[in-house]
T-cell receptor, first 116, second 113 residues
Framework: GAVVSQHPSWVICKSGTSVKIECRSL??????MFWYRQFPKQSLMLMAT?????????EQGVEKDKFLINHASLTLSTLTVTSAHPEDSSFYIC????????????FGPGTRLTVL | AQTVTQSQPEMSVQEAETVTLSCTYD???????LFWYKQPPSRQMILVIR??????QNATENRFSVNFQKAAKSFSLKISDSQLGDAAMYFC??????????FGTGTRLQVTL
């Protein structure tokens, strides 16, 4: 139980285009989802927290207009990187909590984004 | 703001031996959780062990145990009988009551034959 999936697992896009990453909780209702960014050989940095049905809360320094987060249902959150640039290339990881799982965070397998 | 410090960028241990990874944290809160996560080359974050701050007893999960020193704000991970599959990046993490996780910089563990 407590499985979180991400799609796609990797994506390559051209500079200036937008990319959407999906995060799904497969066997529980995720009232809260978190989005992290991890640069090579570095730690996970929290980008934003999203609660189902409400606007995401962004961490200091994260551009909310660039990283659009939607959490429209209890099993799906999406992260859209708008007008992507090479410096946005990174590994993006989501996690989810909720329901009987309490506030334990369960992580997705991550999405590698490469912007050319 | 909470901070988590892992002072060992890399550690090495021989198979079947014991290794301890260090972690210190800073917080003004009294109610929190501490975690050790493993990140193998697949990049999937795997929960190794968790510790509730209000519990004095150190958590244990099979070959993994922690030494939680609340007053010193120290939370080390001991891996006994190390196996090749233990090789990975290990992150210490702090979680506050709002469920936000703060990660340390990580320790890369190598396991040698």
């Amino acid at each position: 139980g407590a499985v979180v999936s991400q799609h796609p697992s990797w994506v390559i896009c051209k500079s200036g285009t937008s990319v959407k990453i999906e995060c799904r909780s497969l066997d529980f209702q995720a009232t809260t989802m978190f989005w992290y960014r991890q640069f090579p050989k570095q730690s996970l940095m929290l980008m934003a927290t999203s609660n189902e049905g409400s606007k995401a809360t962004y961490e200091q320094g994260v551009e909310k207009d660039k990283f659009l987060i939607n959490h429209a249902s209890l099993t799906l959150s999406t992260l859209t990187v708008t007008s992507a640039h090479p410096e946005d290339s990174s590994f993006y990881i989501c996690s989810a909590t909720g329901g009987a799982r309490g506030n334990e965070q369960f992580f997705g397998p991550g999405t590698r984004l490469t912007v050319l | 703001a909470q901070t988590v410090t892992q002072s060992q960028p890399e550690m090495s241990v021989q198979e079947a031996e014991t290794v301890t990874l260090s972690c210190t944290y800073d917080t003004s809160e009294s109610d929190y959780y501490l975690f050790w996560y493993k990140q193998p080359p697949s990049r999937q974050m795997i929960l190794v062990i968790r510790q509730e701050a209000y519990k004095q007893q150190n958590a244990t999960e099979n070959r993994f145990s922690v030494n939680f020193q609340k007053a010193a704000k120290s939370f080390s991970l001991k891996i006994s009988d190390s196996q090749l599959g233990d090789a990975a990046m290990y992150f210490c993490a702090y979680r506050n009551t709002a469920s936000k996780l703060t990660f340390g910089t990580g320790t890369r563990l190598q396991v040698t034959l």
